[in-house]
Antibody, heavy 118, light 106 residues
Framework: QVQLQQWGAGLLKPSETLSLTCAVY????????WSWIRQSPGKGLEWIGE???????NFNPSLKSRVTISVDTAKNQFSLKLISVTAADTAVYYC????????????WGQGTLVTVSS | SYDLTQPLSVSVALGQTARITCGGN??????VHWYQQKPGQAPVLVIY???SRPSGIPERFSGSSSGNTATLTISRAQAGDEADYYC?????????FGTGTKVTVL
């Protein structure tokens, strides 16, 4: 059983950088791809990108230019950075996992509300 | 981009059957997954690969997919099934979620 616990700043000003981290407990870290997904009232659920234990990443083309996802295998953690945020980036951000070879998200973090406001 | 369309809302009487559709071009050729999301909580996987149930999900939840429509069926609906439901596929570039359906149990 995998558990995900996430944290990060919840209030940002426009142009700042969003930074979130997700810790993984249980399971085998190398058996999964680790994703970030966000949910805003205007756009529903939106996949941001993913990373595996080796640092291989995949990104949503719509966000790729502003997103960095990194992994720390020593701590079983992965992180999201989104630069140059605007009000449109206001959303609940979730970390989630999918087992290698599958296309579904089996486990989710608790979510972090990030608000961008001047 | 690949779009998945769901009805905004579905109402079902207690104990009856609710059917939630997810429309997408040739969705029958893709693996469709369904999530349940209750207010203030993260989504929970309830159906994967069109019709498989994760451990712990009641048999009342079932799924099917063919042509341009996938369907999540909730049999013998209970008050605790009230939630938002989302379909999801992999479109070869990104993971895509449906627009979401609010299920109300009357």
């Amino acid at each position: 059983q995998v558990q995900l616990q996430q944290w990060g700043a919840g209030l940002l000003k426009p142009s700042e950088t969003l930074s979130l981290t997700c810790a993984v407990y249980g399971g085998s870290f190398s058996d999964y791809y680790w994703s970030w997904i966000r949910q805003s009232p205007g756009k529903g659920l939106e996949w941001i990108g993913e990373i595996n234990h080796s640092g291989i990443t995949n990104f949503n083309p719509s966000l790729k230019s502003r997103v960095t996802i990194s992994v720390d295998t020593a701590k079983n953690q992965f992180s999201l950075k989104l630069i140059s945020v605007t009000a449109a980036d206001t959303a609940v951000y979730y970390c989630a996992s999918r087992i290698v070879g599958a296309t579904r998200f089996d486990y989710w973090g608790q979510g972090t509300l990030v608000t961008v406001s001047s | 981009s690949y779009d998945l369309t769901q009805p905004l809302s579905v109402s079902v009487a207690l104990g009856q059957t609710a059917r939630i559709t997810c429309g997408g071009n040739h969705i029958g050729s893709k693996n469709v997954h369904w999530y349940q999301q209750k207010p203030g909580q993260a989504p929970v996987l309830v159906i994967y690969r069109d019709s498989s149930r994760p451990s712990g999900i009641p048999e009342r939840f079932s799924g099917s997919s063919s042509g341009n429509t996938a369907t999540l069926t909730i049999s013998r609906a209970q008050a605790g099934d009230e939630a938002d439901y989302y379909c999801q596929v992999w479109d070869s570039v990104t993971y895509v979620f449906g627009t979401g359906t609010k299920v109300t149990v009357l």
